[in-house]
């Protein structure tokens, strides 16, 4: 599953390939993708003739922001945008074709799925779900300790669980909630109440490193994983705890363990991070 750095990889390929490129018209092959409005042929009839202006990021959302629309998109399990030729061969699984002017194409491609689309007018877009919901967003200058703070306060349930929750903190996902918690030596089922002022202080930090470093390494191994579409591969994280269990920890040489926190796989080293009571 794709996660906020891959989702921010994914808007800054996107804003080199499809940004000032007008839509001629839109095929949509399954109606399920497109959540609002109702009506495929509307969705196709409201793009037709529009330009895109830019590519933003809301959690794990795309906003895709036209000449007065805003196309949110959600790629969930295995969603993939690419660019393309309208004369090249129309590969399976592609439910959705933005047809540009010049030419090119943009196709929306998703063996699962479960991706979703939804159009709105610019603005309404944060007051309506799927982003009316949506908390912190940590790679903004607004995600501060003291709002960090402010987000976990009185919150008795499992620090791993809290940081899950995209009502507190947007698109942190599994994998770099591990991170996060083995970079600042917590325990993933720490009651969140229960964190001192310096271990806030050190998960905060913590949290915006882990996912500033995988966006700088998505954006810096660009050109090996896109390939000439544009289309978008998953690429190889530095990852120190998540996946490692029964591997030495890379700090103490303590084998890595693997449980089960808030329903997911959770890797933890128990010498660095002890629950405290
Ligand atoms: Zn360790």
Not at 108 to 127: C, I, S
Not at 205 to 226: C, F, P, R
Request: proline share 4%; charged share 25%.
């Amino acid at each position: 599953m794709p996660e906020l750095p891959e989702v921010e990889t994914v808007k800054r390929t996107l804003n080199q390939l499809v940004k000032g490129k007008t839509i001629d018209r839109v095929s949509v092959h399954l109606a399920r993708i497109i959540q609002r409005p109702d009506d495929i042929d509307q969705f196709a009839w409201m793009l037709a003739g529009h330009t895109i202006e830019g590519v933003e990021r809301r959690g794990k959302f795309l906003r895709i922001l036209l000449d007065g629309l805003v196309l949110v998109s959600h790629l969930r399990m295995e969603g993939r945008y690419g660019v393309y030729q309208s004369s090249d061969p129309v590969e399976k699984h592609t439910h959705v074709i933005f047809h540009f002017t010049d030419g090119t194409e943009l196709r929306y491609k998703d063996v699962r799925q479960f991706g979703t689309m939804h159009l709105f007018q610019p603005g309404e877009e944060f007051q309506l779900p799927p982003l009316s919901k949506l908390g912190l967003e940590p790679l903004d200058s607004a995600f501060t300790l003291e709002r960090f703070k402010e987000t976990l306060k009185g919150k008795k349930t499992k620090i791993k669980a809290v940081l899950l929750n995209q009502a507190y903190i947007v698109g942190i996902g599994n994998i770099y909630v591990d991170e996060s918690l083995f970079r600042a030596g917590i325990h993933p089922e720490q009651p969140a109440d229960t964190l001192t002022d310096g271990q806030l202080k050190a998960l905060h930090q913590a949290i915006v490193a882990t996912l500033a470093e995988s966006v700088e390494v998505g954006g810096s191994s660009i050109k090996s994983y896109v390939n000439g579409q544009g289309e978008m591969g998953m690429f190889q994280h530095q990852l120190k705890i998540y996946g490692r269990q029964n591997q030495p920890c890379v700090n103490c040489g303590t084998a890595v363990e693997k449980t089960v926190v808030g329903g997911r796989g959770t890797h933890f080293c128990p010498s660095c991070q002890t629950l405290k009571s």
